[in-house]
């Protein structure tokens, strides 16, 4: 396979960014004519952003599986399509070829089809990371149904809110997760989710860790048994097939919950053709991936990342992608290096939260693996700190792999702002620049743009990619006043940003109240309702600080009228409470009682201030005369853990 829009210099780049500008149309048309269509669109882009609308190719009809897996089975067919590496490293790797990987998806979908789950269907996916998992997402997709992957640190509350928004009829899952030294029990985090829920018809349990779970009749089967049956149904006459669902080009994929400044998370939808057509460019453009490479991104698939740069782009590409189960730091903090030295890995793309904690190990850790297959770095997720990129370029890619900063967001579907590995250049701690069909633009908080080099401001995206968001499941009008209505007829991104004087993009972290913890992305507003949950607690506040690992910690400011206030003991169980409700993911790393929070006069906290406190920056409040009770500011600082 080769890629006839893979750019190769960096006049081909500039020349495809002009003509992405001049011309979105014809430049997105020429690249979707590489894909395969049952028909092709009758309209390439179709658009307003006050509804917001957004249409690629309309009249299309596909199915990313094909493209994803049928489309190489001719020439790559036995080539590796996924590596799976164990969390045990005593456990043997499997490598999935093409081949098998179409016969595994073809069963999926006829399991699938068996169980009654049609197109337009939910199904929402709660799995470790075991090749199974890709299976489960691509025999969705095959029949047309919409998949609902769960990230395995969410708690059954989370989950419940989850199936309920979505509507989900099926689940699937596994007995449990192996992560590091851990058991996570999915199937038992699963039945508590399913506590009152009156919708779920099946979940699909694959077995994994093999810790005793129960199976509800009538509810709950076996992934194995559902499997055979499906195989000989699949198979015939040594021939494997399962007939691809024709989806229209705007037809939902998946949906995928992320956190926003208020309420609960919401539903983010991407669409069949647009998403498709987005993640492979920007794999392809950005890795500068070269067919027979290992891809290793190091992302869980309940993540977008993962869901772009494990499954859809890398596979659309006909690459192999490596999928790890386990965590950096087990059996020790050498497995990322271990894995690229068996593996041969030609491309990784981790998160600098991963690079700060294994800087952390020393190089002990790194000085006897091989590492000489890495071409390509990656970084995603979070701004990368200087220390850790360079830490990363000289101790990882020995000062001779780019390092690909790559900006984007689970709504943006794929990579929006990043160097080209080898082709644009570099430069430590920028995402560098915007990519052919993304046109950044930063405007003040009135919304006038700022233009010019040398300039910070809000990041906004002025004209739609293929791979925006469509909508948030079952509310369109939250897609709008999130993104459409802060400025006129601007996608907004949540996020600050500097343009430097050649004009390269920086990004400097989210200017709205969401917080990037290891970058996961949690909003203040949640963790506060999840901790305001436990029995004594009035109120709470909580803010984001600097945190040396994980980019961002969790700063609680909490007022506890409860009995038998022992502080300890408190925080612990409200950590519990949070763990419960949303995930270990979301519990903050630092409470601190307080007996009132900073208000103005109508009510409303003053978060910058707690910020600037939890930064400790507390010479530097700024103006409190306007507060309630400005007596509040001074005792909060007193009472600094
Ligand atoms: O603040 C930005 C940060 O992560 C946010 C998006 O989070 P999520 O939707 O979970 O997607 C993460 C993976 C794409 C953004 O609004 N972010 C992401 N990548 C970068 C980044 N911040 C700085 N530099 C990056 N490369």
């Known amino acids: 396979m080769t890629y006839p829009y893979q750019i190769k210099t960096l006049q081909q780049y500039h020349g495809a960014y002009k003509l992405s500008e001049e011309n979105p149309e014809a430049f997105w048309a020429s690249i979707a004519d590489h894909f395969i ?35 190489h089975l001719a020439t790559r067919g036995e080539e590796p399509a996924l590596i799976w590496e164990p969390n045990n490293p005593e456990e043997r790797t499997r490598v999935i070829t093409y081949n098998r990987l179409h016969k595994r998806v073809c069963q999926v979908a006829q399991m699938l089809t068996n169980l009654g789950v049609k197109k337009g269907d939910r199904v929402c996916i709660y799995m470790g990371m075991v090749p199974e998992l890709t299976y489960a997402i691509l025999g969705c997709a095959r029949i047309g149904a919409v998949h609902s992957v769960i990230f395995g640190g969410f708690s059954a509350q989370s989950i419940a809110d989850r199936l309920e928004d979505a509507k989900a009829e099926y689940i699937i899952t596994c007995d449990g997760a192996y992560r590091g030294n851990k058991d996570i029990p999915l199937k038992s985090v699963i039945d ?13 349990v694959y077995t994994r860790t093999r810790t005793p779970i129960s199976m509800i009749k009538g509810r709950d089967l076996w992934w194995e048994d559902e499997m055979e049956h499906a195989e000989q149904q699949v198979e015939k006459e040594g021939k494997v097939s399962f007939p691809a669902m024709p989806m229209e080009a705007e037809d939902p994929l998946f ?3 992320t956190s926003g400044s208020t309420g609960k998370p919401k539903g983010v939808v991407h669409t069949v053709a647009g998403y498709m057509v987005w993640t492979t460019y920007t794999f392809v453009n950005v890795f500068q991936y070269q067919p027979g490479q290992v891809h290793f991104c190091t992302a869980d698939i309940g993540w977008i990342t993962g869901h772009s740069y494990i499954v859809y782009g890398p596979l659309s590409a006909g690459g192999t992608s490596l999928m790890f189960e386990g965590i950096p730091t087990w059996p020790d903090a050498g497995r990322f290096w271990d894995i690229i030295d068996k593996h041969k890995v030609a491309i990784l793309y981790t998160a600098p939260t991963a690079i700060r904690s294994l800087m952390g190990f020393g190089l002990d850790y790194v000085k006897d693996k091989d590492l000489s297959s890495l071409k390509v770095l990656g970084s995603v997720g979070e701004p990368i700190n200087e220390e850790a990129w360079q830490w990363y370029f000289k101790n990882i890619g020995k ?22 590995a080898g082709v644009t250049p570099h430069k430590p701690v920028y995402a560098t620049l915007p990519l052919p069909g993304v046109h950044p633009i930063l405007v003040d ?54 343009r430097d004087e050649e004009g390269n993009y920086r990004i400097t972290g989210r200017v709205d109240d969401v917080l990037n913890v290891s970058g996961h992305r949690i909003g203040t507003a ?23 690992i994980k980019g961002q ?33 979301a519990k903050p790393d630092k409470i601190q009682f307080v007996t009132g929070l900073p208000k103005t006069r109508s009510g409303k906290i003053m978060r910058r201030i707690l910020r600037k406190i939890a930064e400790g920056e507390t010479g530097n409040i700024g103006d409190i005369s306007t507060l309630l009770d400005p007596n509040v500011v001074e005792e909060i600082i007193n009472g600094v853990i």
């Open 37 to 71: 269509w049952h028909k092709k669109w009758d309209k390439v882009l179709d658009w307003n952003f006050t509804e917001p609308k957004v249409e690629w190719f309309k009249g299309g009809q596909l199915n990313i599986t094909e493209n994803c897996i049928d489309r």
């Open 192 to 204: 508590d989710a399913l506590i009152g829920n009156k919708l779920v018809k099946k979940v699909i």
């Open 255 to 257: 949906i995928l919950y």
């Open 399 to 420: 000062e001779r792999c780019p390092i690909v900063d790559t900006w984007w967001q689970t709504e943006t579907g794929g990579i929006m702002i990043s160097n080209l």
């Open 445 to 498: 908080e009135n919304g006038n743009e700022i233009t010019g080099n040398s300039v910070s401001g809000n990041l906004c995206i002025k004209h739609p990619w293929p791979g925006i968001i469509r909508t948030t499941y079952g509310d369109h009008e939250r897609c709008r006043t999130n993104y459409f209505s802060t400025y006129p007829n601007l996608y907004f991104t949540g996020d600050g940003c500097r």
């Open 526 to 548: 949640e963790v506060e309702n999840a901790i305001n949950m436990h029995s004594g607690v009035v109120e709470s506040a909580v803010v984001g600080y600097p945190h040396d």
């Open 553 to 585: 910690g969790i700063y609680a400011y909490v007022i506890y009228e409860g009995s038998h206030h022992e502080e300890n003991l408190t925080r612990q169980d409200i950590l519990q409470t949070v763990s419960r409700i949303i995930g270990p993911i």
